[in-house]
């Protein structure tokens, strides 16, 4: 880790880095949330980040629209292959966003160290998350939709889906 991601993640106080935020972006962070000052990290306006949520952006880009709402407790961490979510989406709380998997094929190597993918995610517009969900490396959430509480998004889901499940799954359209 270099200097500059040291002094930025350890030394500058969350209240700095909400200060950051409203001014740059227009979007209110508590002061309880661990946001790390990136050049890959854009924000919307009105966007709410609430307490306890960490988000972590230095691997890859990690786009947030506007008026979006991440609830207490959430976890997004954008790789190389990214993470974007939608205008007007709400994210409840304790939602884990992970960006990037782990290789498991070869036997011989632990999977920790065994290299890192990165496909990237990609959630609509207006789409709504439920709490305690988990949305997995390499899917895309079209616009619309509704995630239940505590589903597994393992595979993308087209717009105006309501999904259920552990692997999440289409229960019914939105009309």
């Not at 949330?33 to 990136?38: D, F, G, I, K």
């Not at 306890?52 to 008026?67: A, P, Q, V, Y």
């Not at 960006?99 to 207006?126: A, C, E, F, H, M």
């Not at 969900?133 to 505590?150: K, Y």
């Amino acid at each position: 880790m270099n200097l500059r991601k040291v002094i930025q993640r350890f030394l500058v106080p969350s209240s700095v880095v909400t200060l950051i935020y409203l001014w740059k972006y227009g979007c209110k962070i508590s002061p309880r949330a661990e946001v790390e000052l990136s050049k890959n990290l854009r924000i919307g306006a009105g966007t709410e980040i609430g307490s306890f949520t960490k988000i972590k952006s230095t691997d890859g880009d990690l786009k947030i629209g506007r008026n979006v709402s991440i609830g207490t407790g959430c976890f997004i961490s954008a790789d190389s292959g990214g993470v974007e979510i939608g205008d007007f989406s709400m994210i409840s709380p304790n939602v884990c966003i992970v960006g990037n998997s782990y290789r498991y094929d070869n036997l011989n190597i632990p999977i920790v160290k065994q290299d890192k993918t990165s496909k990237g995610i990609v959630i609509g517009t207006d789409v709504w998350i439920g709490v305690g969900c988990a949305v997995l490396d390499g899917v895309s959430i079209g616009n619309h939709c509704i995630i239940a509480p505590n589903s597994v998004v393992v595979q993308s889901l087209p717009p105006n889906t309501i999904a259920l499940g552990t692997p999440a799954k289409m229960i019914f359209e939105r009309r």
